[in-house]
């Protein structure tokens, strides 16, 4: 791949799409972080392309509005069960995420078994197709992610455990079924990692090392002709490196 006008036209919503859930995935993270239940992400954006492999086997439209209510349902249905298990096993409660994140991607792989397609549907759930974006569906992508931030910016201190797995919940289904859960999780957590020290503007800094991660592995994999996804999570390290080796304050 090269910077040609037709490959610019991917690159555009490509990172549009990637703000986006850096904007509401960024500040999720760090409260991630900070509670350390890092594999909650893992456990729940399985769970929600479990739905969404669901719903695929009962034949509903891949596109449709029931599929993205699957994915939702299941997406809730796993945060809700996450809260009670936190309330009642506090101390087990990463055991049981990932527990629940092994139970999840084991059924996913049964109900792929007999599809044909059913290792490109795998690969597409792990690694997104962010390149591939609609760009008609982005004022839409825009109203959630920004529903998203308000809410969190605006209600976190006030929506309490169930609010923040709900809203976590949503933010997670809306990102792994537009970037996979690959991507989902090192935006979560990379940045809030890396700027774990900083005693000053941690979240402007976070959100710096999302769109420097994105936009540098956007442009990566352009020159070098390599997959979109990979490439945005290896720049995303490795700008969370140069940042938590620098940026101290």
């Known amino acids: 791949m090269n910077f040609d006008s037709a490959n610019l036209a991917l690159l555009g919503p490509a990172m549009i799409v990637g703000l986006l859930v ?35 086997a009962l034949g509903w439209e891949p596109q449709g509005w029931a599929m993205q209510a699957a994915a939702l349902a299941a997406a809730l249905g796993a945060a809700l069960l996450l809260t009670w298990t936190e309330r009642r096993w506090p101390q087990v409660q990463e ?3 990932g527990a629940t994140f ?12 007999h599809n044909p397609h059913g290792g490109e549907h795998l690969k597409d759930l792990l690694v997104g197709q962010i390149l591939w974006v609609n760009p008609a569906r ?3 992508d825009a109203l959630i992610y920004g529903a998203i931030a308000v ?8 929506i309490g455990r169930i609010g923040f797995y709900t809203l976590f919940a949503c933010a997670v289904t809306a990102s792994v079924q537009q970037v996979g859960l690959y991507l989902v999780f ?26 420097l991660g994105y936009g540098g592995g956007l ?31």
């Not at 090192?186 to 959100?207: D, E, H, N, Q, W």
């Not at 390290?237 to 940026?247: D, E, P, Q």
């Open 22 to 56: 850096t904007l509401a995935l960024v500040p999720l993270g760090i409260q991630v972080i900070g509670r350390g239940i890092v594999f909650i992400d893992l456990a729940i954006a399985q769970i929600a392309g479990l739905g969404v492999i669901l719903a695929d």
């Open 95 to 97: 055991a049981i995420i």
């Open 102 to 113: 092994v139970l999840a991607s084991s059924i996913a792989i049964l109900l792929l078994a």
């Open 138 to 140: 982005l004022p839409v």
């Open 151 to 158: 809410i969190w910016f605006t209600l976190h201190e006030r």
């Open 186 to 211: 090192a935006t979560l957590v990379i940045p809030a990692l890396a700027t774990c020290f900083v005693k000053s503007g941690r979240l402007a800094k976070a959100y710096a090392i999302g769109v």
């Open 219 to 249: 442009a990566g994999s352009a020159v070098a002709d390599l997959p979109s996804g990979p490439m945005i999570v290896c720049a995303l390290v490795a700008t969370g490196i140069v940042s938590a080796s620098f940026v101290r304050r």
